[in-house]
């Protein structure tokens, strides 16, 4: 398999990001992952275009309370290694990928954080391994079922497939309810120098299943309705400013799924709420783990 590497250089001062990183091997891949603090573990998965840098405002809030917190970065993103065949990028793939390195870790207990198409991907790892996943925390994210889309999201994969290269800080920029520092910006451009480098940040959003026929529709069904009988403590936190799942994609799952409380929102923030109110995010989530322990 051909893949790329970000060369570490990439990463040199990163902003508010101290971790110490971990590899590992995955069908002759190194994927990177965060593994800090102890405690019962909590995973989060990140989004499109981002990678674990995303959370880095998250991870000491929950480390602070007495979590184990695990960050991966998905093959194509952040640290790992990125396959450069637009075909390796499927859904299943970043299921396995992301599936065999909680068996990899041997977690149990744990609870999964997801946003974005995170949550297509967290929540099928943790229906499918219920013996190793007690909690769920959803943020911003949707799963596609085959039910077409709305005009924020047409619009955004327009764009992605006219650009292959691209460009990663002003897609973040754009996303930003207040602007983000240069330094926060060239964090999320860093793992990306090259379109080598984006094959997977470009593939993401054009397997997204818009129809019951495309591949992933029949697997984010089977999640939906695995979600329909999750009575585990479940939380539901969106952002009220993002167009793409807005608050009533947040009521749909608090709906669906018996194990949630209520809806919980934050103001302020946008699609990438980590980002925009990472210091709420990671304070509501604490708070969801504590209250549920």
Known sequence: M???TTPEKRFAGLVDYPFVGHRFAWEGLGLHYLDEGSGPPVVLFHGEPTWSFLYRKVIPILTGAGFRTIAPDYPGFGKSDKPTDPEFYSYDTLVTAMGDLVRHLDLRGATAVVQDWGGPIGLRVATEN???FDRLSILNTGLFTGGGSN??????RAFVEQNPDLPIAMIMANAAVTPWAPEVLAGYEAPFPTPDHKVG???LPLIVPLSADDPGA???TR???ALASWARPTQ???STGDPIFSVGAGRRFA???PGVGDLETIDGAGHFLQEDAGEAVGTAIAGFLGRSA
């Open 151 to 156: 005009p924020a999201f047409a619009a955004w």
């Open 218 to 220: 029949a697997a984010m």
């Open 236 to 238: 539901v936190l969106f």
């Open 130 to 132: 219920p013996d190793r």
């Open 223 to 225: 999640v939906r309705e």
């Open 2 to 4: 051909k893949f790329v």
């Open 201 to 203: 940040a470009w593939r």
């Open 255 to 257: 709906d669906l799924i």
